[in-house]
């Protein structure tokens, strides 16, 4: 398996504290991970790490054998996001957020034709329907939406952005037992609708030990550091339940 | 040994009503100095209001003087929002990271706004005047030069308090800052733009009249010449179509502000603003050629003489400076207890829906006599002082302060003062426990912001009222003392930059701004 990202010898300090310390990871194509940690354990820092949005204070990350600083915007479009407070467009309406995804792609007259109404209504309908939305919201504002509502939009929105990498932080809080299972399929690409692209690698921070079974691999953090890196068939309950110690 | 002092704790719905208490010498004032026959001025004034003059001639003169009003401050209304709009963006400390604008760019627009800001429209005027004669495009550029810095600034802080997140999170899935601008900035400035952009409007207009009555066309000129001949019932007259012309434009404003209209599809919304704005600004161009006002005339440059080091010296030690100042700001305090006090007190007391709408009206109607007007006619009824200008420009600033509470409180919840009322208490204790305190937070930063606007007006009244350093400013301008006008102009800036500083810090004190968890990139 060939590498998507490499995190080396990553630290994130301030004066007063230590976010993580000295973190390793390589993240191959096909990988799908889940990342473990109690509340404060450093899982949020690291993701925002690998996917560009916090500089660490040491270290490196590279992406596609290129520091990701250095990369040019399009590569780092590569890599998905789906972050905990979800940061839709709350004034846009479901279709406009979908289509969101695809503002990488697009021209700056796409943007334009995307905020009067109906634009790709096809592609949005697709993204909308592989999360288990009703194509009936698709001209509804976001904000009156639910929160599991909101969420599935933002995986839509993810789906559309055609990536290579989803980083997401803790997309299954606050979720219905039904609904977590529904997400988990569709961020792990097994509720494959192949018109879509899914994403072939993932990492994912959750709360949720007994679902790792789902993954092929997991990462567990305690203050900062990995304590836990193998393959889910190799890692120890034991050590799993200390992380929550 | 002495006990330590108890901290005063004064809750803020009493520091809403509190400044009223300048009421009382501006009362005392005004009231020792009426004149013979002053009372009998104030009664023709209040009784020419149901009889305005029906003259063929009057209705007429005053029609062309509001086109002309309004058109001057349609244009300028337009320019500046265009203008304040981009200068926003960039002098935002939330964007420039977004859009690649350096922070010392940033910064840098951010101070040179503060100088055309602080100087207010009248100077500006008076002072354009002065160099190129009676020229229409000065009332224009007179409001365009502060009102784009005052939007800019508005737009920019209002922008800092946004929830950026979802701009930020665009930015990692397009490599195109103008796509993270449209779709994620443009629907968070729709809102602002429909309210405060309309709202800015309303102070065109105004600003409009106001450079009218100092000689620069239009309804404010009409207003002044007719109050001078004391012909109250033919400026009642400009009142009245003034007056249904802002209660028209409120009411379309109104539409366009409707959170329903421009949320259901933010795009043809926005090509509706924008088209607005295109056409809104070439009607009054075409429409001020039509009643024979042309804005393209050739220039008359008057060039003065400014000046050697000996003539400035003896302007600065000439002047009052001291009296001068302590004017102005006594000025802007009382002007500034009436216009925060007044309101919560007249809504407490007048609760009812009719009474309600009436001090609608009433609101209305004291944001349409400009305080310079308002000043003449006091000083038709009471000897000049600085309570005269106070309370002209008080009633100003109530009625901006006034709408403004009462459209929040209109707003608010009722869930609160239903629960206090039904623990048997009297409305007007109900209402200031369960409606007041709620807005008082609010209502008490806006105040501070409007102390700051009220100092920058003191210009215009004491020009008029006899007080303070626009009364020396107009004085210096008509004797050509160049060094003088310079000065006073340099000390009122100064004094408005400092006020300004006070009121931003009183803000922040008031309103916690919120923050990021973490500074992202």
Known sequence: ?245 | MLKPLRKINISKVILTILPIITIIPVFIQCVNGLHIGGINTLINFILSAFQPSLDKNVIESSWIGLQITLCFAIISWVISITVGLVLAIFSSNSLNEIIGVPEIITNIIRRILTLPRATHELIWGLLFLQIFGLAPWIAIVAIVIPHSALIARVISDQIDKLDLKSLISLKYITPSKMQVLITALLPKLIPILATYGSYRLECAIRGATLLGIFGLGGIGTEMQLSILSLKFNEMWTSIWILFFAIYLFEKALKYLQNPRFYFQNIGIFSLIYLLFLVIALATSIFWLNVVGINLFAALNIHLFNISNSTNMLIAITSLPWFKLIFETILLMLLASGIAIGLPPILLMIFQARYSGKILSIFWIFCRLIPPPLTTILLLLCTNPSISVGALALGIQNMGVLGRLLKQNIDNQNTSYFDVIKSTGTNSQLAWLYGKMSHQSNSYLSYSLYRTDVILRETIAVGAVGGVGLGWQLRESLSSFAMEEVLLITATFISISLIGEMVSEKLQKRLLKKQGYDEVQI
């Not at chain 1, 004034?91 to 990488?104: K, R």
Request: charged share 20%.
């Open chain 1, 1 to 245: 398996m060939s590498n998507l990202i490499e995190v080396k010898n990553v630290s994130l300090k301030s004066r007063t504290s230590t976010r993580i310390e000295n973190i390793n990871i390589t993240i191959n194509i096909g990988d799908h991970i889940a990342l473990l940690g109690k509340s404060s354990a450093g899982k949020t820092t690291l993701l925002n790490i690998i996917n560009g949005s916090l500089r660490p204070t040491t270290g490196e990350v590279i992406l596609y054998g290129k520091d990701i600083s250095e990369c040019s915007n399009k590569t780092k479009q590569k890599i998905g996001s789906l972050w905990q407070d979800l940061r839709l467009v709350e004034e846009l309406t479901v279709g406009q957020n979908i289509n969101c995804g695809a503002l990488g792609r697009r021209s700056v007259g796409w943007a334009i034709a995307n905020l009067f109404g109906q634009i790709d209504y096809h592609e949005c309908a697709q993204c909308l329907s592989a999360v288990g939305l009703s194509n009936n919201i698709i001209n509804s504002n976001v904000e009156k939406l639910s929160s599991g509502e909101k969420k599935r939009v933002a995986i839509a929105r993810l789906l559309r952005q055609e990536c290579d990498l989803i980083v997401a932080d803790e997309p299954l809080s606050n979720l219905d037992p039904t609904l977590i299972t529904t997400i988990l399929k569709i961020l792990l690409g097994e509720q494959h609708d192949h018109s879509l692209s899914i994403a072939p690698t993932s990492i994912i921070s959750l709360h949720r030990p007994e679902l790792i079974d789902k993954f092929n691999r997991v990462i567990g953090l305690k203050e900062g550091n990995i304590v836990i890196d193998s393959d889910t068939k190799n890692a120890s309950k034991i050590e799993i339940s200390k992380l929550y110690c």
